[in-house]
């Protein structure tokens, strides 16, 4: 589903300021399957979701994306095969919108494919609100609330639903509930890992919660310097606890791992 293949990505190339920020990544991703990523400040996770969405480009290796080579397609082109959803909750919505609003204009991304136009008015307010429901949170009694008066976890939640309203290949999430309250962040990932499975959506979810990285998903990659260094699944992973975790880092990092860079919890 999703294919990395070598991916280098170095900023401010030949500068004293240069970065190399990926540093050979390669990474094949089955559909379906649901991977956490950890790794400490600057290891290089949020470049590496980047190279997905299309909002930072490789200067050498290949993205294959659903079975489009998709290195060199620019991140609106590859808007209907992925989802994002950011840290900030101010970045995913549109404060002085409604909640209604903010799903249309979602729902219209890509004209084509546009739900507005098969369901009329009516009908994508009843979806809008169905897929409201879901969330638990009374949010489909309060559609004509202006986003921006909503909580932190409750913009996330319809983030979440803006992401995922058409039909997608690949989810991703960049630490989407580090801004939000332990209960809300608890809420967020539960239903984050409910629209996933309910779509069998592929998913790439960065946490800074070893925690979280361990109870959610299917898969768990670790990063430093720009380089995976640990890729654990099934079995073995289960078995994994976030002391065993921190270890492992140690070990394949060589290095001490800081505790303040990693939740540990
Ligand atoms: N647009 C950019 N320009 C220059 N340096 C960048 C840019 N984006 C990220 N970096 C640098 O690349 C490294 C990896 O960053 P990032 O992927 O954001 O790490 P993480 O998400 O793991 O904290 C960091 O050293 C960061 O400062
Ligand atoms: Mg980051």
């Known amino acids: ?129 169905e897929h409201l429901e879901k969330l638990g949170l009374g949010l489909e009694h309060r559609m004509a609330t202006p986003i921006g008066a909503l909580s932190g976890g409750q913009r996330q939640a319809v983030s979440l639903l803006m992401a995922t309203l058409l039909p997608m290949k690949i989810l991703v999430l960049d630490e989407h509930t580090a801004a939000l309250d332990p209960s809300a962040a608890h809420k967020v990932l539960t239903l984050s890992a409910e629209i996933a499975g309910e779509s069998r959506l592929t998913t790439l979810m960065v946490t800074h919660s070893m925690k979280d990285a361990l109870a959610y998903g299917s898969r768990t990659l670790m990063m430093n310097a720009g380089q995976i260094v640990l890729d654990i699944a099934g079995e073995e992973r289960s078995k994994l606890k976030v002391s065993d975790l921190l270890e492992r880092f140690g070990r394949a990092a060589g290095t001490e791992i800081d505790d303040d860079q990693l939740m540990l919890t």
Request: net charge positive.
């Open 1 to 129: 589903m999703l294919k990395l293949s070598d991916i280098h990505i170095t900023f401010n190339a030949g500068t004293a300021t240069e970065v190399r920020a990926l540093r050979g990544i390669s990474l094949d991703i089955a559909e379906g399957e649901f991977v956490t990523v950890i790794g400490s400040n600057g290891a290089g996770k949020s470049t590496l979701l980047s190279t997905v969405v299309g909002t930072a480009k490789p200067d050498t290796g290949s993205i294959h994306l659903a079975g489009n080579d998709v290195t060199n397609w620019p991140a609106a082109r590859r808007a209907s095969l992925v989802g994002r959803v950011f840290q900030e909750p101010r970045l995913g919505t549109c404060s002085s919108l409604s909640i209604e609003e903010n799903l249309a204009l979602a729902a219209a991304r890509g004209k084509k494919r546009g739900l507005g136009l098969a369901l009329g008015k009516r009908g994508q307010k009843k979806l809008f609100a």
